[in-house]
């Protein structure tokens, strides 16, 4: 009985899976090498999931990536500013290091198609997620079908600008959802609260090198400063999710990515200010809730190029 591999190469860690008969039967993550060492890091991680998974290569029908930017139909990686990476020609490149089928697509929508299979998107015809980890990225699914536009170059809700003129993004234009949506933003942003507040109840188990994305969370309910941190995240993000709800209008908004481990102290609120915000949200109302996958639905919305042909 064949099986596929699935992996999801984030900013900070590359998640893999083997997949047998719909179900991950072994998981396993390695940090990311980014730049030209991405196919030789990916290479090794997928030898560990078979030795781990049971399963000799012959076994493996093929293996679906998943990977932040543009990719081409050929697997190249046109553009991916935050694993540093310009016309990256990733499918070819480990097709010939495995010997293996590949295919490699975008790891926003490799996640929004594993969440409309297998996860919180399967009951609803019209789903978005979005995800918050390194970067923000975004997959549309429409009446059951993935939305990726001309080449495939769509959905990047990260790269909508949320703030004319803010913070500079790592796309080079100022002000993307991203700059103040991602796990790498609210890191920064706590960093920079707990610099300015020195008597903030955050210095009690972090320094400025340790707070994370998680800290002001962790702290919201004790420590002004975090909560004024995690407010502020959340007026952005309310924004951004607003604007996808007004033009789209899905049934659901699924958030995925690291900043999801917050479950309801993230999606509660959010739901609050996002129904205040769009347009007729009575009469068509857009429930928020986490993707059910976690952190693994890139990697089984990558597996699952394999089934169907993805679709
Ligand atoms: C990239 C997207 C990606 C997202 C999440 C963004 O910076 O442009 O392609 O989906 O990060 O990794």
């Given at each position: 009985?064949?099986?596929?591999i699935?992996?999801?190469?984030?900013?900070?860690?590359?998640?893999?899976?083997?997949?047998?008969?719909?179900?991950?039967?072994?998981?396993?993550?390695?940090?990311?090498r980014?730049?030209?060492?991405?196919a030789?890091?990916?290479?090794?991680?997928?030898?560990?999931?078979?030795?781990?998974?049971?399963?000799?290569?012959?076994?493996?029908?093929?293996?679906?990536?998943?990977c932040?930017?543009?990719?081409?139909?050929?697997?190249?990686?046109?553009?991916?500013?935050?694993?540093?990476?310009?016309?990256?020609p990733?499918?070819?490149?480990?097709a010939?290091?495995?010997?293996?089928?590949v295919?490699?697509?975008?790891?926003?929508n490799?996640?929004?198609?594993?969440?409309?299979?297998?996860?919180?998107?399967?009951?609803?015809k019209d789903?978005?997620?979005?995800?918050?980890?390194?970067?923000?990225?975004?997959?549309?699914?429409?009446?059951?079908?993935?939305?990726?536009?001309?080449?495939?170059?769509g959905?990047?809700?990260?790269h909508?600008?949320?703030?004319?003129?803010?913070?500079?993004?790592?796309c080079?234009?100022?002000?993307?959802?991203?700059a103040y949506?991602?796990?790498?933003?609210?890191?920064?942003?706590?960093?920079?609260a707990?610099?300015?507040?020195?008597?903030?109840?955050?210095?009690?188990?972090?320094?400025?090198?340790?707070?994370?994305?998680?800290?002001?969370?962790?702290?919201?309910?004790?420590?002004?400063?975090?909560?004024?941190?995690?407010?502020?995240?959340?007026?952005?993000?309310?924004?951004?999710?607003?604007?996808?709800a007004?033009?789209?209008?899905?049934?659901k908004?699924?958030?995925?990515?690291?900043?999801?481990?917050?479950?309801t102290?993230?999606?509660?609120?959010?739901q609050?200010?996002?129904?205040?915000?769009?347009?007729?949200?009575?009469?068509?109302?857009v429930?928020?809730?986490?993707?059910?996958?976690?952190n693994?639905?890139?990697?089984?919305?990558?597996?699952?190029?394999?089934i169907?042909?993805?679709?």
């Amino acid at each position: 009985m064949g099986c596929i591999i699935g992996l999801d190469v984030g900013g900070t860690f590359i998640k893999g899976l083997v997949l047998k008969d719909g179900k991950a039967v072994y998981e396993r993550d390695v940090p990311t090498r980014a730049g030209d060492e991405l196919a030789d890091c990916i290479e090794g991680l997928v030898e560990e999931l078979a030795a781990g998974g049971g399963v000799t290569f012959s076994q493996i029908d093929g293996v679906g990536v998943c990977c932040p930017g543009v990719i081409t139909d050929e697997g190249a990686v046109v553009k991916a500013a935050n694993l540093g990476l310009t016309n990256y020609p990733l499918g070819a490149l480990l097709a010939g290091k495995l010997g293996l089928p590949v295919k490699v697509c975008n790891d926003a929508n490799a996640a929004a198609l594993g969440e409309a299979k297998y996860g919180a998107g399967a009951g609803v015809k019209d789903s978005i997620l979005i995800t918050l980890g390194t970067g923000v990225g975004g997959g549309i699914v429409i009446d059951g079908k993935l939305f990726e536009g001309n080449k495939k170059a769509g959905a990047e809700i990260g790269h909508m600008v949320i703030e004319r003129g803010g913070v500079r993004c790592s796309c080079g234009r100022y002000g993307c959802f991203e700059a103040y949506c991602s796990a790498r933003a609210l890191t920064q942003s706590t960093r920079e609260a707990m610099k300015y507040d020195t008597g903030s109840a955050m210095w009690k188990t972090y320094n400025y090198d340790t707070a994370d994305g998680r800290t002001a969370f962790e702290y919201m309910d004790s420590d002004p400063a975090a909560k004024k941190v995690v407010d502020k995240y959340l007026k952005y993000l309310a924004c951004g999710v607003a604007n996808l709800a007004n033009i789209f209008r899905p049934q659901k908004i699924l958030i995925g990515g690291g900043v999801a481990a917050q479950g309801t102290r993230l999606t509660k609120p959010l739901q609050t200010l996002v129904d205040a915000e769009i347009f007729a949200a009575d009469y068509a109302p857009v429930e928020i809730a986490c993707a059910s996958l976690g952190n693994r639905a890139g990697a089984y919305g990558a597996a699952a190029l394999f089934i169907d042909g993805g679709e």
